[in-house]
């Protein structure tokens, strides 16, 4: 193996991410998960690091039938776990989650557009 494939292999990070919504009006669980390839991880990575990881607390919805969220992000050896109230899907939140939802119901990890 050449010396440049040595180091990408190395640098490889391994990121997942996986979303699931629960709530609505039938209390379904809906779930989406993203494994990018090696060439995407960088992008993925700067969405997974943009969200406020220590600064969630559950909050119970608001109201009837709204969507509660929970994110899962594994890069390399660190794991990342959010849950959040559909009020507070908003901002690197909102562009994770929408990445994740876009990748999942594609044709494969697509890198989202930044």
Same mark, same amino acid.
């Given at each position: 193996?050449?010396? +440049?494939? #040595?180091?990408? %292999? $190395? %640098? ?8 699931? $919504?629960? &709530?609505?009006?039938? &209390?379904?669980?809906?779930?989406? #998960?993203? %494994?990018?390839?090696? @060439?995407?991880?960088?992008? /993925?990575? +700067? ?5 406020? /990881?220590? *600064? ?5 919805? #608001? &109201?009837? !039938? $709204? ?12 794991? *990342? *776990?959010?849950?959040?109230? !559909? @009020? !507070?899907? !908003?901002?690197?939140?909102? %562009?994770?989650? +929408?990445?994740?939802? #876009?990748?999942? +119901? ?7 557009? @930044?």
């Amino acid at each position: 193996m050449p010396a +440049d494939e #040595s180091r990408a %292999a $190395r %640098a490889r990070t391994d990121v997942r991410i996986t979303v699931v $919504r629960t &709530g609505g009006f039938a &209390g379904l669980a809906r779930r989406w #998960s993203v %494994a990018p390839p090696p @060439q995407e991880e960088p992008v /993925w990575a +700067d969405l997974i690091e943009a969200c406020p /990881w220590g *600064h969630t607390a559950p909050a119970p919805p #608001s &109201g009837a !039938d $709204r969507f509660c969220w929970e994110v899962a992000a594994v890069r390399g050896g660190e794991e *990342h *776990h959010a849950e959040l109230a !559909d @009020q !507070d899907v !908003d901002g690197p939140w909102r %562009a994770l989650i +929408d990445a994740v939802r #876009s990748a999942a +119901d594609g044709s494969g990890a697509a890198a989202p557009e @930044q």
